[in-house]
């Protein structure tokens, strides 16, 4: 089976797997919503405490190693 003939099929499967969701419509206010937060300019802090986490538990673990 060559690249173009898995991508194909992943692609197939994707689409079936979506299709059998149900359609879902969006608040009347997400698009304010969206807006505002990106107004905010502040990122969310989880990625930031988690970044900070592995920066700190990887030289420790291999320190203890």
């Given at each position: 089976m060559g690249n173009e003939e898995q991508k194909f099929?992943?692609?197939?499967?994707?689409?079936?797997?979506l299709g059998g969701l149900k359609r879902v419509d969006a608040p009347n206010d997400f698009?304010?919503?969206v807006r505002a937060r990106i107004a905010e300019g502040k990122?969310?802090?989880?990625?930031?405490s988690w970044r900070l986490a592995v920066r700190y538990a990887v030289?420790?673990?291999?320190?203890?190693?």
């Open positions: 099929n992943e692609d197939e499967s994707v689409s079936k797997l698009d304010f919503r990122p969310e802090d989880t990625t930031v030289p420790l673990v291999l320190l203890l190693l």
